[in-house]
């Protein structure tokens, strides 16, 4: 049998699981930067010393770690793109 069969249709496919994980990590930034920035303005708007401490601490912190899902994002992306450049030149290779 040369069609796909039921047996097919059954097994997700890589691409199809890295394809539905890609916009999570595009948002996941923006998520984490928007609470960032309102536990930092909660800080500034609560008038409670103790409060407006943890709130900004926790507001920039959330705000750096941001920064670094970003560039682990930038860096999976990259090594990604690298797999499929070098896999594309090992079967051009081949041929």
């Known amino acids: 049998m040369t069609g796909p069969g ?3 249709e059954a097994k ?3 691409s199809a699981v ?3 994980a890609a916009p999570v990590l595009i948002v996941l930034p923006s998520v984490v930067s928007g ?5 930092i303005l909660a800080g500034i708007f609560i008038d409670h010393e103790l409060i407006r401490g943890i709130f900004l601490s926790i507001g920039v912190m959330l705000l750096w770690l941001d920064f670094f899902i970003t560039m682990a994002i930038f860096r999976f ?5 690298d797999r499929r450049l070098r896999r594309m030149e090992d079967d051009r290779l081949q041929r």
């Open 18 to 20: 890295r394809r539905s």
């Open 35 to 39: 609470i960032g920035v309102a536990f």
């Open 77 to 81: 992306s990259l090594r990604s793109i």
């Open 6 to 8: 039921p047996q097919d």
């Open 12 to 14: 997700p496919r890589p």
